[in-house]
């Protein structure tokens, strides 16, 4: 079981709302302190965290806008500071900004999309490990990629998608450079799940489109996505796990 993540520290950024939320209840739910992380959605990471500590765990919020790097340094550096260490931390704090393609992309819309689903995740990682390393007794850092990194998008969704292609590739390269820390990496990668981010980004026609790709004919929940962190947090449940893409899709994509 994964009792092991027992008074662990978890920081999930953008965990105010979907699969961020879901996550967060979870590690509560396996006894780990969780530092609940928003930005724009803050009254909702309040409500978060406030079930965290219903659920009887040490909790903190942090807010602050992941795509400057100060502010992932800073959200770390305060998780630390609140909950006495860091033991996992989790990437999940993304989104695909605005659907457009390829003639529509400014280099400000480039910017937007990969300074918050790449550099968010590389600056947040390299705080992270710096305290990790400090603490000496390793550690796990989980990135959320998508399956679009997979198949490389819906309709005007292609940067989103690279920006993601972009996590997954990072994944692997961390997991070999932070083994001898005891670090592993791995990554999530959700498939169509019902969250804000395609009740912003999708309309009703796009998603019935996705659901006939899907077969278990069905869109996913965020709760159904919670597990697989929970999974890769655990030593004791995947000690011997780094560097891989845990795909929680319905079997819409099988790499």
Avoid: W
Avoid at 4 to 16: A, C, F, P, Y
Avoid at 162 to 177: H, M, N, R
């Amino acid at each position: 079981m994964h009792d092991d993540l027992k008074d662990k520290v978890i920081l999930i950024t953008g965990s105010s709302t979907g699969i961020g939320a879901a996550a967060a209840l979870a590690f509560a739910r396996a006894g780990a302190a969780v530092a609940v992380h928003g930005h724009r959605s803050l009254d909702a990471a309040r409500e978060v965290l406030a079930q965290v500590q219903a659920l009887g765990a040490r909790g903190c919020l942090l807010s602050g806008d992941v795509t400057e790097s100060a502010t992932c340094r800073r959200i770390v550096d305060e998780t630390v500071a609140q909950l006495g260490r860091i033991d996992v931390l989790v990437n999940n704090a993304g989104g695909l900004v605005q659907r457009a393609p390829i003639e529509q992309i400014t280099d400000e819309l480039y910017d937007r999309v990969l300074d918050l689903n790449v550099r968010s995740v590389l600056m947040c990682s390299a705080a992270a490990v710096e305290h990790m390393r400090r603490q000496g007794q390793g550690g796990c850092i989980i990135n959320l990629t998508s399956v679009a990194a997979r198949h490389g998008g819906g309709a005007g969704a292609a940067l989103y998608a690279g920006s993601k292609g972009f996590v997954a590739t990072i994944t692997k390269g961390l997991a070999k450079e932070l083994v001898k820390d005891r670090i592993r990496v791995n990554a999530v990668a959700p498939g169509v799940i019902t969250t804000p981010f395609h009740e912003r980004y999708s309309t009703p026609q796009l998603l019935e489109g996705f659901r006939a790709t899907i077969p278990m004919n069905r869109l996913g929940t965020a709760d159904e996505c919670a597990g697989a962190f929970v999974f890769l947090a655990s030593e004791r449940m995947s000690g011997y796990i780094t560097g891989q893409t845990i795909d929680v899709n319905g079997g819409q994509y099988m790499p």
